[in-house]
Structure formats: structure tokens, C-alpha cells
């Protein structure tokens, strides 16, 4: 059984930071690759960073290169999310899953709201 819980999300200035976590539990973590997804109101969850198994090989969506790093601690079973220059449109719940995503997998997500 996998499970993922997210936390370290809040209410954030635009241009502020945060960082997010997701801890795993279950073997599998280390063998898989990781991404962390979001959902804002009204819209599809999509993709926004995606680690490989080693951490080496980042992919960012386009709304957030240059701003958000995703990356790994295999020994602790958890990825993280260091997001930088917040805004308004990147309000939503995050989520983290395995890539590709296995919707037995979604946990409860943690809310981030970036005010202007």
C-alpha cells in the first residue's frame, strides 16, 4: 500500500516562498519517479515538476521553471517543493504522486493560497 501526505502549504504574499513536503510510505518510493501536481478552482490538475528516481533528471511546467525546484530524500522517503515568487495564479492544492500519476495514490493535497 502507498500512501502520500502532503504538508507545508498556507497563505503567502505574492512574491513570497514556500516549501512543500510529501512523505511516503511503502518501499516503492526510491524505484519510482515523483511529481508534484495542482489543482486551482475550476481547472484540471496538471503537472508542475517532475523528479526522476535519483533526483538528477527535474522537469518543470513552463509556469514554473525558473521558480519552483522539486528534489528528493530517498533516505527519508520524501520529496519536497521549493517554490520562490509566488503569485496569484499559482494558488491551488498541491499533490504529490508517482510519474506517471496512479490515481490510487492521491492523497489529501495541501493548500496554497498566494494573495496580491
Known amino acids: 500500500q502507498v500512501q502520500f501526505v502532503e504538508s507545508g502549504g498556507g497563505l503567502v504574499q505574492s512574491g513570497g516562498s514556500l516549501r512543500l513536503s510529501c512523505a511516503a510510505s511503502?518501499?516503492?518510493?526510491?524505484?519510482?519517479?515523483m511529481g508534484w501536481y495542482r489543482q486551482a478552482p475550476g481547472k484540471e490538475r496538471e503537472l508542475v515538476a517532475r523528479?526522476?528516481?535519483?533526483?538528477?533528471?527535474?522537469n518543470y511546467a513552463s509556469s514554473v521553471k525558473g521558480r519552483f525546484t522539486i528534489f528528493r530524500d530517498n533516505a527519508k522517503n520524501t520529496v519536497y517543493l521549493r517554490m520562490n515568487s509566488l503569485q496569484p495564479e499559482d494558488t491551488a492544492v498541491y499533490y504529490c504522486?508517482?510519474?506517471?500519476?496512479?490515481?490510487?495514490?492521491w492523497g489529501p493535497g495541501t493548500q496554497v493560497t498566494v494573495s496580491s
Open positions: 504522486n508517482v510519474y506517471p500519476l496512479n490515481n490510487a495514490y
Open positions: 511503502g518501499s516503492l518510493f526510491s524505484i519510482v519517479d
Open positions: 523528479s526522476s528516481r535519483g533526483g538528477s533528471v527535474p
